[in-house]
């Protein structure tokens, strides 16, 4: 058995307790949280599992660490805390482990990666023997394994296109929702999340590793972004009003631009109310989906809905990323160290659980 630790129980952490439990190679034996008021409490709680599994959680880094955990589901939010984040992975590597993580935008893609970034990756492997490998949903299997795999299904591809199209009102982190992204504010706020260069940063990494896979040159990564008013005020199951005349979708897209054009594209079509922007792009139910389309002959489109935690999709896609690097911990763990990507780590079936019961 893997000894495996949970470090941070919130949407994604939730999903990764779970994810870990059910794997039959895996066992759970640590999870780390920073809120004091998580502290002692049983691992089964904290991820929903409706039963205790004699895990208390802690915030005890470095007795945790002194255990010597063969794998770490990083699943503390980078987002707004990108340095500590990355500190916190390479403390764990430099420990001997394998993470996995979907906190560090800018390793999803590693050979694009800043120098000094890479760097620090690199140098705690050597010493400490850990690896890592950096995915999630979207960034994620949503823009690398799902499109790559599409794509050898056609005969010629014109355009690679991967859209995340969501309801954010279902989405648990009401001040990334409403402050990184925007929604709620004024239409002259601007929000962090869609500032000129940073969708790149956090999605360009994925348009670069496609263009890998497909064998083509980029010219170059462009932006394109729009925001649309809320024509009336609305009202959120979990999130409360959102006032007429503020901003209640956002659609942009992160190209990458071959010979001229936009050949390999991520768009994000985000509402907070199915009634701001009815011409965009919709899911076909529901709260949310990801979808590839392939342009070219034949034209094939594939749209994908996960819910979880009671029918909630943005939950669902929070445990697919968790699915997707808690399945990669046994793979990684039989490899050599080393600072891994999407192309390197398999997708695998889900062996050993086809209707396994748990207790």
């Given at each position: ?75 503390a939010s980078g ?59 979207d960034p994620g ?207 695998r079936p889900a ?9």
């Amino acid at each position: 058995m893997v000894t495996t630790i949970v470090w941070g129980t919130g949407n994604v952490g939730r999903a990764a307790i779970r994810a870990v439990e059910a794997h039959p190679a895996l066992e759970l034996t640590a999870v780390l949280v920073h809120d004091p008021g998580k502290t002692g409490r049983d691992a089964g709680e904290l991820g929903g599992l409706g039963h205790d599994l004699g895990v208390a959680a802690t915030g005890d880094v470095d007795a945790v660490l002194a255990t010597g955990p063969r794998a770490v589901v990083y699943a503390a939010s980078g987002d707004i805390r990108p340095d500590e984040a990355l500190a916190d992975v390479v403390r764990a590597i430099r420990a001997g482990a394998v993470v996995v993580t979907p906190a560090l935008y800018a390793l999803y893609d590693h050979r694009s990666a800043p120098p000094e970034l890479r760097g620090q990756v690199l140098d705690a492997i050597v010493d400490g023997g850990g690896s890592l490998f950096v995915s999630g949903v979207d960034p994620g299997w949503g823009n690398d394994v799902l499109p790559l795999l599409i794509s050898g299904l056609g005969a010629t591809v014109d355009v690679v296109r991967c859209q995340e199209i969501f309801d954010y009102s279902t989405y648990d982190q009401p001040d990334s929702v409403r402050y990184l992204v925007g929604m709620g504010q004024p239409m002259d706020y601007e929000p962090p999340m869609l500032a000129p260069t940073v969708p790149t940063m956090v999605w360009g990494g994925q348009v670069r590793l496609m263009a890998r896979a497909l064998g083509v040159e980029l010219d170059e990564i462009r932006e394109t972004l729009d925001r649309r008013p809320l024509d009336s005020t609305v009202s959120t199951r979990s999130m409360g009003e959102f006032e007429a005349g503020t901003q209640g979708a956002v659609r942009f897209e992160v190209q990458g631009i071959v010979e001229g054009e936009p050949r390999i594209v991520i768009e994000h079509v985000t509402r907070i109310h199915p009634s701001c922007a009815p011409d965009w792009p919709a899911p076909p139910d529901g709260d949310g989906a990801h979808r590839v389309i392939i342009e070219g002959r034949p034209r094939i489109e594939v749209t994908v809905e996960a819910t979880d935690e009671d029918g909630n999709r943005a939950a669902g896609g929070n445990a697919t990323a968790a699915g997707r690097l808690v399945n990669a911990i046994d793979w990684l763990v039989d490899a050599k160290p080393g600072l891994y990507d999407a192309l390197d780590v398999p997708l695998r079936p889900a062996a050993g659980r086809l209707g396994r019961k748990h207790a």
